[in-house]
């Protein structure tokens, strides 16, 4: 969860979100890394968990990820859950909750609906108060300006 912290802080100080996204295989070496790029790349679908999995395929040369991780400072959209399934990633560990968006557990949990050709185990809450943090920063720093 370190560097996906890392990961955000950048992606803040390029003038978006802060989210930052690591894919880790099974030896637990990191595959994949992802920031938020919407702004810098103008592509509404360059969220840091699609950046890190595509990263993470190109690297192991297959889209299936299976046997990895994904770990998220913030819990992932729609879309980012929808490609979790997609890839096949085993386990996604997440900082903060998303309470107006997130779709792992908050207010849909698209990852473990019983529905779907993929099931991934979720773990939330880890170093939750740091990504949390970084987060409200942003977006009291943004309102702020906006005031100016």
């Keep these: 969860m370190g560097e996906a912290l890392d990961l955000a802080a950048q992606a803040a100080l390029e003038g978006d979100v802060p989210v930052g996204a690591v894919v880790v295989d099974a030896a637990g070496e990191v595959v994949g890394r992802g920031r938020n790029l919407r702004e810098v790349e103008h592509d509404p679908t360059a969220h840091a968990e699609v950046v890190a999995l595509r990263e993470a395929a190109a690297r192991r040369g297959e889209w299936r990820l299976e046997g990895c991780t994904l770990v998220v400072t913030l819990e992932p959209c729609p879309m980012c859950a ?29 990852v473990r609906d019983r529905r779907a050709n993929h099931f991934v185990e979720v773990v939330g809450g880890v170093r939750e108060q740091e990504c949390s943090a970084l987060l409200l920063d942003f977006f009291t720093s943004h309102r702020e300006a906006a005031r100016s």
């Design 82 to 110: 929808g490609a979790l399934l997609l890839s096949r990633v085993d386990r996604l560990v997440l900082g903060a909750w998303d309470p107006k968006l997130g779709a792992t557990g908050s207010v849909w949990d698209l």
